[in-house]
T-cell receptor, first 120, second 115 residues
Framework: GAVVSQHPSWVICKSGTSVKIECRSL??????MFWYRQFPKQSLMLMAT?????????EQGVEKDKFLINHASLTLSTLTVTSAHPEDSSFYIC????????????????FGPGTRLTVL | DQQVKQNSPSLSVQEGRISILNCDYT??????FLWYKKYPAEGPTFLIS?????DKNEDGRFTVFLNKSAKHLSLHIVPSQPGDSAVYFC??????????????FGGGTRVLVKP
């Protein structure tokens, strides 16, 4: 099946520092990747859509200068939380959608295991 | 405005019985629906999906039913097993060429299967 990995699985950082989270599709090429965040006991909130080779599309209310997204290859997207603050502490999850005919049913998003970010 | 709603935040069922999870949506542009299962501190795992041209899709113990006129779908798990205890999310997306294939998630239903 389609496997998506995230690194790191958890990170603790000081306020004001930047944190980079990687999302990789391991056995398929992902033309599109998505970044979500989830607060405790809440649903997943889409932050941005990342397309390989082009700029990310951010959802309303998400600061693009704070959450930098780079999708440099068909298997890797990165999310950088810049100048992190305690309110950025959350569970960040990426998903990847393969091109039609790739692993899994078409148009299905496959999720990574998530990254727990704690900002002190 | 929540476009995808799961009105039951939790569900408790006896092992071996049927679990029925419900999901309602309001956006008539949605044409593809998915169910995901999520354990704490893990990413969601894809379970089953259904296109709007169908009213039922079955995969092993999991069956999804879609009622387009009512804008309602449900997930049936039969028989329920203790390992099914998790949070289940319903998700929907509009036609491929619109909205960048974004998924809209419901709030989730926490299922507890008692041995």
């Amino acid at each position: 099946g389609a496997v998506v990995s995230q690194h790191p699985s958890w990170v603790i950082c000081k306020s004001g520092t930047s944190v980079k989270i990687e999302c990789r599709s391991l056995d398929f090429q992902a033309t599109t990747m998505f970044w979500y965040r989830q607060f405790p006991k809440q649903s997943l909130m889409l932050m941005a859509t990342s397309n390989e080779g082009s700029k990310a599309t951010y959802e309303q209310g998400v600061e693009k200068d704070k959450f930098l997204i780079n999708h440099a290859s068909l298997t890797l997207s990165t999310l950088t939380v810049t100048s992190a603050h305690p309110e950025d502490s959350s569970f960040y999850i990426c998903s990847a959608r393969g091109a039609s005919g790739s692993a899994g049913p078409a148009d299905t998003q496959y999720f990574g295991p998530g990254t727990r970010l704690t900002v002190l | 405005d929540q476009q995808v709603k799961q009105n039951s935040p939790s569900l408790s069922v006896q092992e071996g019985r049927i679990s029925i999870l419900n999901c309602d949506y309001t956006n008539s542009m949605f044409d593809y629906f998915l169910w995901y299962k999520k354990y704490p501190a893990e990413g969601p795992t894809f379970l089953i999906s259904i296109s709007s041209i169908k009213d039922k899709n079955e995969d092993g113990r999991f069956t999804v039913f879609l009622n387009k006129s009512a804008k309602h779908l449900s997930l049936h798990i039969v028989p329920s097993q203790p390992g099914d205890s998790a949070v289940y999310f319903c998700a929907a997306r509009p036609a491929i060429k619109a909205a960048g294939n974004k998924l809209t998630f419901g709030g989730g239903t926490r299922v507890l299967v008692k041995p």
